[in-house]
């Protein structure tokens, strides 16, 4: 269709100032976003403070922008938030637009993890994986004084456990769950998520200035404490650095950047030395946060849901035995276990707004005009609750990923979930987060029993951010 005879968008009507803030409501602002594409469908404009927003819901809509028009919505905005990390990273991948610079930094960074998740490191990662997986359920079950009632609050282990993988397969790394550092350093990294998130109040209202001016200093600190805790490894490492011998990320990321030519980087302004680094953030902080939250996920609907675990239960011994631990290989021959993970990624909608996207030309989309550099928000929540799509979307039900003639995972509905995003700006760890997520849930539900005697807490809210968590919960572990 022609620019001019594109359609201006639909939406509500704002406030003044506020714009439609308000209409995001308070704690959900995927399921107010959804609801309103009920009204005017799922291609429409909001106002947040004086700043166009363009909401995409639905398969339809996103796959038609992100897969169709990949270039035309490759970009980042340039929100408060955004730039404040642009300004103090150098470079970053998750938040820079798609100028040159970032087609760089991606390719090195998604090669980078391809070089882990394939091939012969693919089954180191399992076993630390599995390692680590190991040490959470000693550590859980080790510490309960044999009182299979004891309550834990699983999602720090998680946290910590997780980011002992991340670690590893970074920097050739790892701590002990009681380590005081990894415990202080985990314990920030919610608030970042908090800070990013579509919809943040202060991206859009710079003149609200105390918020402006606190939620910007809490994002300095994080900042500066993730650099101080990361520095003084990622130097011990370039010291023991040895050319053609990669045993970790960092290791390939010197080797590969080293290849890059001296005078594309001096036109692009950005030295070797900040793409290592700035990559090293990037992964830790997009994969360590977005994994962590899944496997929580996991054990939340594991507590909820036990006549179904009883049966992943009965699927696993059956297909593993006893004598042995799941592994990546079983993975094909477990449908109910994998059905589970699927609909844990659909349900719970860990990651509900991709990172915020930007047009990089005016465009036209499903017949409406889209003008150059219009923030997006996409709604992948949208995606994962369609009442078209799912039948009864709120219900927990593993079973609707199940083929009923062949038993198998039915690949048309595992398709059509975007846990991981799409188009140009898909992400770059999916692979590692499902490696991650199937061996951490797998093991611990193969060896052990999980269940809750507080079960009023699990119907609070999720807590909102770029990534969601239940609201705090507590289980109680002990082994099968
Ligand atoms: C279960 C785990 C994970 C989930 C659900 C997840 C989900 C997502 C989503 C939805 C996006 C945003 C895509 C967009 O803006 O359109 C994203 C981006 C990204 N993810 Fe993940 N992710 C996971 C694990 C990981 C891991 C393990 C890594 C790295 C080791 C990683 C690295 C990244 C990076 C670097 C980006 C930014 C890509 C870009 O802007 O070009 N993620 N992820």
Redesign the pocket.
């Known amino acids: 269709m022609s620019e001019s005879k594109a359609k201006s968008l639909p939406g509500p009507w704002g406030l003044p100032i506020l714009g439609n803030l308000l209409n995001l409501g308070s704690d959900e602002p995927h399921v107010a976003l959804m609801k309103l594409a009920k009204e005017y469908g799922n291609v429409y404009q909001i106002r947040l403070g004086s700043r166009p927003v363009v909401v995409l819901c639905g398969q339809e809509a996103i796959r038609s922008a ?1 897969v169709r028009q990949p270039v035309a919505f490759a970009g ?1 905005p340039d929100l408060a938030s955004f730039q404040f990390i642009r300004k103090n990273t150098d470079v970053t ?2 938040f820079q637009t798609n100028d040159a610079t ?1 087609k760089l930094h ?1 390719k090195l ?1 998604e090669s980078s ?1 391809r070089f882990f998740v394939s091939g012969q490191r693919k089954s180191s990662l399992e076993s630390t994986v599995t390692q680590e997986v190991e040490s959470l359920i000693n550590y859980w079950t080790n510490n309960n004084n044999n009182d299979d009632n004891l309550q834990i609050d699983p999602v720090n282990l998680i946290k910590l456990s997780v980011s002992n993988v ?1 670690l590893w ?1 970074i920097l050739g790394k790892r701590h002990s769950l009681d380590d005081s550092r990894l415990r202080e350093f985990v314990s920030k990294s919610d608030d970042f998520a908090v800070a990013v998130g579509s919809g943040n109040i202060a991206d859009f209202m710079p003149w609200v200035r105390f918020v402006t001016v606190r939620t910007t200093q809490n994002l300095k600190k994080l900042l500066n404490t993730f650099r101080g805790w990361f520095m003084p490894y990622i130097e011990e490492h370039r010291l023991q650095y040895e050319q053609d011998s990669e045993k970790d990320i960092l290791d390939y990321l010197v080797t590969s950047s080293n290849k890059l030519d001296e005078a594309d980087l001096q036109q692009l302004g950005v030295s070797r030395e900040a793409l290592q680094i700035s990559t090293v953030f ?2 830790f902080g ?2 360590f946060d ?2 962590s939250a ?1 496997i929580t996920w996991q054990l939340y609907y594991a507590i909820r849901h036990p006549a179904v675990i009883a049966r992943v239960q009965a699927e696993l011994d059956d297909v593993v035995g006893r004598d042995r631990l799941p592994n990546l290989t079983d993975r094909d021959h477990l449908p109910l276990t994998q059905a589970f993970l699927l609909e844990t ?1 659909r349900h719970s909608s ?2 509900p707004f ?2 915020p ?1 930007s047009t990089t030309t005016d465009t036209t989309l499903l017949g409406y005009h889209i003008p150059k550099d219009t923030v997006v928000f ?1 709604n ?1 929540y949208s995606v994962h609750h369609d009442p078209d799509t799912w039948h009864r979307p709120s219900d927990f039900d593993p079973e609707r990923f199940i083929d009923n003639e062949t038993g198998l995972v039915d690949k048309t509905k595992a398709d059509a979930i975007m ?12 692979e ?3 490696i ?2 199937f061996l951490y849930f797998a093991i611990l539900i193969h060896q052990c029993h999980v269940s809750s005697l507080d079960k009023a807490s699990l119907d609070n809210k999720p807590i909102y951010g770029l990534t969601m968590r239940p609201s705090p919960f507590n289980i109680c572990v002990s082994r099968r």
């Open positions: 992100l980042r991948v998750a970032w991606r960074a993890i991340m397969c990037d992964l997009a994969g977005t994994t899944i990624f860990v990651v991709t990172i996207h996409v992948l846990p991981f995003g799409a188009g140009r700006r898909r992400c770059i760890g999916a590692m987060g499902r991650q997520s």
